[in-house]
């Protein structure tokens, strides 16, 4: 052991410092492993051990099951926790400047506010509400303060005056054609949303960033063949491909999910490579190699925490396309009828738009804030998380 | 031209404020100064003293709001505060040209370098594309592009940046301007290219008849090319006046120090300690007195001290000169008229007598 | 102790440029082509020269940041001194032989500081665990003695323990640039290497920065390779200078002897654009036209002759110096086809009528500072005989003439070294020729 008193830099006998067991984990590493353990385990146990049709949590005697979405979607959420939201608490100086800046931009912070709503509700929701049931008696409600002609549900759960039925506290934002309720179903739209959200950034993410800034480090060749696949992956028709898989295998949510994924982190990857490539050349990086760090040091430490926060933005603005397409499939019907998403929910009230318009509006003015609100983080988040090009402008 | 008895351009009181979410922020806070036919001046200043936002009010070129600008710029006895933006449009570039310190940021590299000349030539001027392109060629030529005619077509990063800096003079120089802003040309580049550069702004001063407004942080480049000298620190002007009387006897303690930096003046190294002040909410009084070695209680409390005029246009700001003071304090008293200023001996420093 | 710190040898860095499909090698930019000098310990060693010289890829390859094309970078700190070369030539502490274990120690002996104070820090890492990561790569695991150490070398470069936690955003300049100071010295080196460390700073802010790293070079002892641009901040800190030219050392010495003395016309020119800070003293002195040429296609000869105001007249040609380097001048544009007689009459015609060619003349020796009459009748000669050729429009005819006609040594032969005093050397032909006159040279 060297001196313990006063630490000076030029007392460091650099020979004694051994150079074994150099391999420590940061807490976050930690945690990430040991939560993501059990989960595993889980998973294991629900795909081995259970059977097709048997809930996850029947041991425990809760009639709930979990699939391969819902167990990646936690995923997400841990290594949002570990990697996102634990390093937020750990810097705190970073964290109030970025949220100095932050919420100079109003329209974010009301975004943020929305989206932690859809957030809270996507995840809670689901646990405290039971699944919306079928009920054809009560069909067509209309949302609370609202009233239709009393031809329209086939029984009137609130009042009846003058011919209308009136909307009612029960069914706040009104009931669907086979009575199931609105609010209901928009809340647990907000557990697929957030799926879509998370679990597609993961994956854009991850592959984005790997392929990214190996291309950047391997440079040459390497890099030569990696871009012209990334140029095959853009120009890759996702469409026709998840048609096809659609007709081949049938498509669930976490399909969609997985193949739009897949296609999507071209941009991405072309972006973290000359941002890596910009980032390389700055001095930082010299000096973080001159101190004799290697390669992968550098990347790990420096590169990667550098680009991420500039992709960030990036990932946010790729959300709401994600949320619009699924959309998009379940308006056409070609989505998955028994994923309660919005654009279900949208399908499910085309028809009825005429004398039965909230079943539409609803879920539609719900969907459209979000997306609105994902754009409006997005262009914050720019502005929030470059505090170099801040300093430059003060 | 002017009128003998009126100055090119006169800056009264001019306070320019930016509205900041930590309040307001003062970078320029009263200043006065004038600028003559064919004279250069310069404002010295370290960075974060306001000089540059100073030079950028005058043609009202900073972004307002979050800026605001108040006091009176009388360019050729017209206030420029008070000109509508078209008229204001007409004098800038044209009147009064603008250079910036990086002729790298201050292109478009998308269009060739003619082109940027002949479009600033032809937003003032009613001309066609071809007297443009002569005139272009010409204004080339006279700054010092060899062979004017054919790098005409070129893209500005096939200019060095010496070449890139002649070339934002051109462009500055289409409208025949009567005044020239220049605000730290030379700091990014070179030395020998800092030295053409000085000597062909030396050059087109006397061939245009231009008055040269210079921004610098470099009193090696004051030196050489000023008439005379506006020294600010935190948004005030410390002092000013003709550039031998500055370098001879500064007065200020702020400039003092500021020379004392230079190894020709038996700087000892060290700087000046301490920082500039937080623009947010500059001190009392003196705005360099936290940082002075002769301040005393007077400097600290009040306004900024009047200007008193220690020599014959040699203005200064500072208590030790006003009513009351003792300017021995300050002033070494050693010096004659006629010191050379690199002498060892003429070391500018605290009296001892 | 006679045995210096480091010691470069014919040192190069040539950057190769690829053409084509095949990506094959088509030429190199000699970025550094065969420099050495030496730095004894506690000694600081200016590397001065203009940008595109070199100064900047030299200092990357001593310290290893670049692979050297060619040379050696001898390295005798982290108590590697006393050893001699091996049996084939080698040396043990040659750098650029160096394993990954060598090389990581070597990088606890060197480290270095650049210029720019905005780029040098990680803008989403505290500054304590910037400087704190070097003793984390180097094995040292606890966090603790980490913070304990840069805490108290925060404090030695003039800043406080609570900066520890403090974002690069939040530091000026000069701040940034003393962490960059604490960076270099964390791992306690004995050579530092500084490109232009406060080169984007204020005067004021330079003359602190400096005066800290003196402070901190004479508290441990350090030796520094510094490289700037600026003579005058050269003179403040270094012990001797090297003047760089294009890829070659042209002038080393005493930082004293280069100013009082300079044996090299281009340390000369450096010298004389400083600006004085002096208002009485005229903008003049020597007058450097153009820039580095490219590193691609370096000039034969002296690489300085290009630009010489001092070039060599040839064996019994004696004209005025001005009117040699304006033909000169004249040559190398006619031979690369850069002079435009069309244009040149237009700017004499202005608009107006044609103009004569004797107007065309007069305005070529005007634009390349050729007085009326060259003083030698035979070049007067040959100067009007090529600008007929280019009246004629015969600009290549006019280029081999001029090339044939008009030489000079400076460009034929390369220089070597002259030893002008102890310690003192240039490589000028200037010298070499009153070298050879007289075996003996005074240097007053």
Known sequence: MATKKSEEFDQVDWNEISRSGRFDLSINSIGMLVTTLPLVLLAVYDWQFLGERTPTFQFVGVDRGLESVDFFFIFTLLLAFWFLVLPLYQNPRMTRYYWKEFKQNRPAVVSLVWLGVVFVGGIVGPIVMDPPQQELLIAYQPPVFTSVVDTTPATCVGEVMNGRCYGTWEHPLG??????????????????????????????????????????????????????????????????????ILYIYGGGL?????????????????????????????????????????????????????????????????????????????????????????????????????????????????????????????????DALNPEAEAENT | MTSDDQPLLEVEDLTTTFSTDDGTLTAVDGIDFDVETGETVCIVGESGSGKTVATESITKIIKTPPGHIEGTVRYKGRDLLSLPESELRQIRGNEIAHIFQNPQEAMNHCYTVGWQITEALQIHRDVSDEEARAKAVDLMDRVGIANASSRFDDYPHEFSGGQKQRVMIAMALVGDPDLLIADEPTTALDVTVQAQILRLLDDLQDEFDMGVLFVTHDLGVVAEIADRIVVMYAGKVMERGDVLDIFDRPAHPYTQQLLECLPE????????????????????????????????????????????????????????????????????????????????????????? | MTEPLLSVRDLKKHYPIRKGLFNRQVGAARAVDGISFDIEQGETLGLVGESGCGKSTAANSVIHLEEPTAGEVIFNGNGREGATRNTDGTHPNDVTKFDDGELMEFRRGAQMIFQDPSSSFDPRMPIGNAVGELLKVHGMSDRHRRRAIVEDLLERVGLSANDFDRYPHEFSGGQKQRIALARALVLNPDLIIADEPVSALDVSIQAEILSLIDDLQEEFGLSLLFISHDMSVIRQICDRVAVMYLGEIVEIGPVEEIFTNPQHPYTEALLSS???????????????????????????????HTRCHKVIQPEGVDIDQGDWRGLLNF????????????????????????????????????????????????????????MNLLLEDNAEMAGEFLSEEITTPCAETEPGTTVHAPDHESACLRHESRAAAEPNPADD
């Open chain 1, 175 to 244: 009931t669907t054609n086979a009575g199931k309720d609105v609010f209901t179903m928009i809340v647990y739209g907000m557990t697929i949303s957030m799926q879509i959200a998370f679990i597609t950034t993961t994956i854009v993410a991850t592959i984005g960033i790997s392929f990214g800034t190996l291309s950047a480090y391997a440079g040459g060749w390497v890099d030569e063949i990696m871009m012209r696949f990334v140029d095959i992956i853009l120009s890759f028709p996702t469409f026709l491909m998840f048609l096809l």
């Open chain 1, 254 to 382: 976490g399909m969609f999910i997985v193949v739009f994924s897949l296609f999507a982190w071209g941009g991405t990857a072309r972006y973290v490579r000359s941002k890596s490539l910009s980032i390389s050349e700055e001095e930082f990086i010299k000096s973080s190699r001159i101190s004799g760090a290697s390669t992968y040091h550098v990347i790990r430490g420096h590169v990667v925490p550098n680009v991420a926060s500039s992709i960030i933005t990036q990932l946010t603005l790729l959300i709401p396309g994600f949320l619009l397409f699924e959309a998009q499939l379940a308006f056409l019907g070609i989505g998955d009828s028994t994923v309660p998403s919005w654009g279900q929910l949208i399908s499910a009230g085309r028809s009825d738009l005429s004398f039965a318009p909230w079943i539409v509006l609803a879920p539609g003015i719900v969907l459209f804030l979000t997306i609105l609100a994902f754009n409006f983080l997005g262009d914050a988040l720019l």
């Open chain 3, 331 to 386: 040559r190398e544009k006619v031979i690369t086809g850069e002079i435009d007689i069309e244009q040149v009459r237009e700017n004499v015609a202005g608009g107006g009528t044609e103009p004569t060619d004797s107007e065309v003349r007069a305005e070529v020796r005007r634009e390349f500072d050729i007085s009326e009459t060259v003083d030698d009748p035979d070049l007067e000669e040959t100067l009007s005989e090529a």
């Open chain 2, 265 to 353: 003046f038996g700087g000892t190294g060290g700087g000046i300690p301490g920082t500039l002040p937080d623009p947010h909410d500059p001190p009392d009084g003196c705005r360099f007195a936290p940082r002075c070695e002769y301040a005393e209680e007077a400097c600290r409390t009040g306004e900024q001290p009047e200007e008193v005029e220690v020599a014959p246009d040699q203005q200064v700001s500072c208590v030790h000169y006003g009513p009351g003071g003792n300017p021995s304090i300050v002033r070494s008293e050693g010096h004659g008229p006629g010191d050379g200023a690199t002498g060892g001996d003429s070391e500018v420093g605290p009296a001892d007598d």
């Open chain 3, 274 to 304: 400083i600006p004085t800070p002096d208002p009485r003293a005229e903008l003049g002195g020597i007058e450097l036209r153009g820039t580095v040429p490219s590193p691609t296609n370096p000039p034969s000869g002296c690489r300085f």
